[in-house]
């Protein structure tokens, strides 16, 4: 794997009047996906060209099928291209073997899922430990410490030893963020990650990513909610393997403010009920 420094190298960037260098972490040029199903072939991207820049929050928009899980499965390096180029932070992915993107994974990116995909009967503590468990570098870590600290930042600091089975939907997707940060990734990946969550653990979710991006990862949220998308800095339209629309959020939303707002209008009855029996 070679760091190239063509599309790295820190371009300008206009925020608000200041003036400030950002690296670029995603470069896709015209990458295109054809899945070969017996005869009949699916065209699922057909030339997408994304830059996004370190710092950003982005949700990923459009109708089912339009190819938003498949360009985030390349764009995760779960997938290769079948044509067209992508760097992630400045390495080239297409072209790789299985091991580099293993690793380029592990280095450099957090998945978060809408179904959690936590391990049951296995505590928050377990899971979140697990992703260091799989690091090839041969660093010295404190498993433990580090995994504790990623449970502290998403505020489940007092859940450690909880299972899945006992924490609520909202408090379940927080263990998988704090998995997805444990390896301290550059970009944040998150396919429909608030698709099994009520409307006070969405917002609850969305406030967090929208704190882990003030601290400088960036966001990419795949989403059918509109809801969702305010809370993104920029939204990327998909329809029928392309980019049809890229524009920044005008109205964007705070998800803290509305998390207070909720929260003074009283808490849910089953997020008590569960505090209660947790
Ligand atoms: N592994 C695969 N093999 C064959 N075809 C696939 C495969 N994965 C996706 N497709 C097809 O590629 C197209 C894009 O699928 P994709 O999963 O990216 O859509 P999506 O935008 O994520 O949809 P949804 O909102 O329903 O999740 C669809 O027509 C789908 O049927
Ligand atoms: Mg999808």
């Given at each position: 794997?070679?760091?190239?420094?063509?599309?790295?190298a820190?371009?300008?960037?206009?925020?608000?009047?200041?003036?400030?260098?950002?690296?670029?972490?995603?470069?896709?040029?015209?990458?295109?996906?054809?899945?070969?199903?017996?005869?009949?072939?699916?065209?699922?991207?057909?030339?997408?060209?994304?830059?996004?820049?370190?710092?950003?929050?982005?949700?990923?928009?459009?109708?089912?099928?339009?190819?938003k899980?498949?360009?985030?499965?390349?764009?995760g390096?779960?997938?290769?291209?079948?044509?067209?180029?992508?760097?992630?932070?400045?390495?080239?992915v297409?072209?790789?073997?299985?091991?580099?993107?293993?690793?380029?994974?592990?280095?450099?990116?957090?998945?978060?899922?809408?179904?959690?995909?936590?391990?049951?009967?296995?505590?928050?503590?377990?899971?979140v430990?697990?992703?260091?468990?799989?690091?090839?570098?041969?660093?010295?870590?404190?498993?433990?410490?580090?995994?504790?600290?990623?449970?502290?930042?998403?505020?489940?600091?007092?859940?450690?030893?909880?299972?899945?089975?006992?924490?609520?939907?909202?408090?379940?997707?927080?263990?998988?963020?704090?998995?997805?940060?444990?390896?301290?990734?550059?970009?944040?990946?998150?396919?429909?990650?608030?698709?099994?969550?009520?409307?006070?653990?969405?917002v609850?979710?969305?406030?967090?990513?929208q704190?882990?991006?003030?601290?400088?990862?960036?966001?990419?949220?795949?989403?059918?909610?509109?809801?969702?998308?305010?809370?993104?800095?920029?939204?990327?339209?998909?329809?029928?393997?392309?980019?049809?629309?890229?524009?920044?959020?005008?109205?964007?939303?705070?998800?803290a403010?509305?998390?207070?707002?909720?929260?003074?209008?009283?808490?849910?009855?089953?997020?008590?009920?569960?505090?209660?029996?947790?």
């Amino acid at each position: 794997m070679k760091e190239r420094s063509s599309t790295n190298a820190p371009t300008s960037q206009t925020d608000g009047s200041q003036r400030t260098m950002s690296k670029t972490v995603i470069h896709t040029s015209n990458v295109k996906k054809v899945y070969t199903m017996g005869t009949n072939k699916v065209f699922a991207l057909r030339g997408v060209d994304l830059t996004v820049t370190a710092g950003e929050m982005i949700a990923v928009m459009g109708s089912s099928g339009s190819g938003k899980s498949t360009l985030m499965n390349i764009l995760g390096c779960l997938d290769v291209p079948t044509e067209g180029s992508y760097e992630l932070d400045g390495i080239r992915v297409d072209g790789l073997n299985r091991n580099q993107l293993a690793d380029l994974r592990n280095q450099k990116l957090g998945f978060i899922f809408q179904g959690f995909n936590l391990l049951s009967r296995t505590s928050a503590l377990d899971n979140v430990e697990l992703p260091l468990l799989y690091d090839r570098s041969g660093r010295k870590m404190d498993t433990r410490a580090l995994a504790t600290a990623s449970l502290q930042r998403v505020g489940l600091g007092d859940r450690l030893d909880h299972q899945p089975s006992e924490l609520s939907g909202g408090q379940q997707q927080r263990v998988a963020i704090a998995r997805a940060l444990v390896t301290q990734p550059t970009l944040l990946l998150a396919d429909e990650p608030t698709g099994n969550l009520d409307s006070h653990m969405t917002v609850e979710v969305m406030a967090l990513f929208q704190e882990l991006n003030e601290q400088g990862i960036t966001v990419l949220i795949v989403t059918h909610e509109p809801d969702v998308a305010r809370y993104a800095k920029r939204i990327v339209e998909v329809r029928d393997g392309r980019i049809l629309r890229d524009h920044p959020v005008a109205d964007r939303r705070r998800a803290a403010d509305d998390l207070a707002t909720l929260n003074a209008a009283g808490p849910e009855p089953d997020a008590a009920a569960i505090e209660e029996a947790a």
